[in-house]
C-alpha cells in the first residue's frame, strides 16, 4: 500500500490548508460563522457548571429561593441557546463541507476529463477513482470533523482549565492528577488501534479487488472448474479481514474501560479531598465548588480523549487533499490553442513523415507519409502490433505526435479547434465500449442535437434498424454493464451508427478482429462498405473484402510503411502483402 505522508512532512501542512481556504472562500459567510459558532460552543459548556457553583454556595446554602429562581431561569435560557448553536454549528459544517466536495469533485473531473490518453495509460483506473470518490470524501472532514472540531476542543479545555484554577486552584491539581495516566493510555490505545487500522484497510482493499477480479472474470473460473479453489481463497481472505477487524474491536473494548476508570478514580480522589475539606470546614473547599469540579471533570476528559481522533483525521485530510492537489496539477492537457473552424471540409488526408512513440523515443510510428484523396479510402494491414491503431490514434489527436505533420484539407491539425476536428472525424475503435446505459444514449452520449430520427436514419444506413427495432423497447433497450446483453457484432453496429449520426466527412475505422455468425457478418460487411461510401476513410482491415474494396492499400511492419497499393499490384508484387495474404486469406478462398 502507498505509504501516506503529507507533502512538506510536516505534521500539519499549511500550504494545503492555506490553498483549501482558496474552496471555502466563496462561502467564506458561513466559514467566519462557523468559527463564532465553535468559540460560542467551547465557551457555553463550561459556563454551566460556575453557574451550579454559584448557586449553590450563594443561594441554596444560605437559602435564598428567589436568587435561586434567577440562576435557574439563566442556566434554562444559557440551554435553549446552546441547543440553538449546536443545531446552527453542526448544519452548517455539514452544508460547508458538503459544498466544498461538490465543487472540487466537480473541479477534478472537469480536469480529468481533458487529459489526455497519455496520462490514462501510465495511471490506474483505480487510483482514479480513489481520488474522485474517497479521497475527497476523507478531505470533507477537514471542514466538518477535523479543523473546528480541533479547536474547539482545545478551546473548550483551556477555557474549563481558566474557570478551574479561578474556582478553586487546589481542588484543579487534584482533579489533573489522574490526567498523565489517561494520556499514557490513550497514546498506547492510538498506536495499537492505528496498527490495527491499517491491517483492516488492507484487509478491505483485497477483498474488494479479489471480489471484482473474480466476478467480472467468473466465466474463466467456471471454465477451468475453480470455484473450489476460488472458494478456499475467499475463505482465507475473508479470514484475514475478520481477525484483522476483531483486533481492532479488542483494542476499544479494553480502552473504553480503562478510560471510565481512570475518570472514575479521578472524581473518587476529588470527592474524598473535597468531601474532607468540606467535613472540616475548609475555607477554601465550598460544596458548590466540589459539584462544578465533578462536572468539569467528565467535561474535559471527554475531548482530551477525542484530541488524537481529531489530529488524525485532519492529518488525513490533508493527505488526501495534497493528492487531489497533485491530480489537479497534473499538466497533461491536450493543447487547444487552434482556432480553424471550417465549415465542412472536403476530406483530404496526409500524413507527413511522422513519428510517433508513446513512451520516450519508443517509436512505435517511424517516417510515415501517406495521402488519402478526399472520398477515397485506405486500408491499413499488418501484423498485431505493427501500429495500425497507433495511427488512427493520432488523426484526431488522442496523442500528439513527436515528429513531422498530419494535414487535412492542406492544414494542420494542431490548427484547427479540438471538437471541430474531432466531430468531422468519424471513429469507430477495436473495441466497442458501451456505457450501462439505452441505446439511444450510446449513440448520441447525451448530445442532445442528435435526435431519435437522425438515428433511425443512420440505423438505415448502416442496415442495423431491423435489429434495433427487435430489441424489447428499442432505443430505449438498456445495454447494460458494457453492453453485456449484445452480441459482438450488434455492439459493433451501434458503434457504427454512433460514428455516423454526425455525418463525418472523414471516417476512421478499426475493424475488431473477433469473428460473428454469417447473417451478422453479412450484416457488418455491408455497414462498412455504407460508412465508407463518400466519405474519406482510413480503415484498419481485417476482412478481405474490405482491404480489396480499398482505394489503396498500405503495409505496415514494425511502425514501417512496407509497401503500398492495391490489391492485384500487391499481389503481383510477391512481397509483404503476398506473404501476409498467403498466411491470412488464402484458405479461406
Ligand atoms: N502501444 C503502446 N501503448 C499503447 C498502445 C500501443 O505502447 O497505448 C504499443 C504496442 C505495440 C505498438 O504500440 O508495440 C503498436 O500498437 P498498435 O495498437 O498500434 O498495434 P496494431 O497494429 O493496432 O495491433 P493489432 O492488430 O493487434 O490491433
Ligand atoms: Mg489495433
Known sequence: MEQEKTTSGNIIDFQVLKRLYQYVKPYSLVFYSLIVLTLLTAVLGPVKPYLVSFAIDDYVSVGNYLGLVKIINILIGL?????????????????????????????????ILNLNLRFFDRTPIGRLVTRNVSDIETLSQVFSEGLAALAGDILQIVFILGLMFYMNWKLTL????TLPLLMFSTYIFKEKVKFAFNEVRNAVSNLNSFVQEHVTGMSIVQIF????????????????????NIRSVMYYSVYYPVAEVIQALGIGLLV??????????????TLGNLIAFI???????????????????????????????????????????????????TGDVEFKNVWFAYEERNYVLKDISFKVQPGKSLAIVGATGAGKSS?????????????????IDKKDIGEYELER?????????????????????????????????????????VGARKFI????????????????????????LISFIRAMVYDPKIIVLDEATSSVDTETEELIQSAIEKLMKGRTSIVIAHRLSTIQNADSIMVLDHGEIKEVGNHQKLLEKDGFYRQLYNMQYKEVI
Request: proline share 3%; glycine share 6%.
Open 79 to 111: 440551554l435553549v441557546f446552546q441547543a440553538i448553536v449546536q443545531y446552527a454549528h453542526t448544519y452548517l459544517s455539514g452544508w460547508l463541507g458538503q459544498t466544498i466536495i461538490k465543487d472540487i469533485r466537480v473541479r477534478l473531473y472537469r480536469h
Open 174 to 177: 487534584i482533579s489533573l492528577s
Open 225 to 244: 472448474n475453480s470455484e473450489e479453489r476460488e472458494y478456499k481463497k475467499f475463505k482465507d481472505i475473508n479470514d484475514e479481514h475478520r481477525k484483522a
Open 272 to 285: 474524598w479531598w473535597g468531601a474532607k475539606g468540606i467535613i472540616q470546614e475548609d475555607p477554601a473547599i
Open 295 to 345: 462536572m468539569y471533570i467528565q467535561m474535559f476528559f471527554r475531548p482530551i480523549r477525542m484530541i488524537a481522533d481529531r489530529f488524525n483525521t485532519l492529518q488525513m485530510g490533508i493527505v488526501s487533499s495534497s493528492r487531489i492537489f497533485k491530480l489537479l496539477d497534473s499538466r497533461d492537457q491536450i493543447p487547444n490553442n487552434g482556432s480553424y473552424k471550417p465549415d465542412h471540409l
Open 391 to 407: 495511427i488512427i490514434n493520432l488523426l484526431n489527436r488522442f496523442y500528439d505526435i513527436n515528429r513531422g505533420h498530419i494535414y
Open 421 to 461: 476536428l474531432r466531430e468531422n472525424i468519424g471513429v469507430v475503435l477495436q473495441d466497442v465500449f458501451l456505457f450501462s446505459d439505452s441505446i439511444e444514449k450510446n449513440i448520441t452520449l447525451g448530445n442532445p442535437d442528435i435526435t431519435r430520427e437522425k438515428i433511425m436514419e443512420a440505423a438505415e444506413l
Open 469 to 492: 427495432e427487435r430489441l424489447p423497447g428499442g432505443l430505449n433497450y438498456d445495454v447494460k454493464e458494457r453492453g453485456a446483453t449484445l452480441s459482438v457484432g450488434q455492439r459493433q
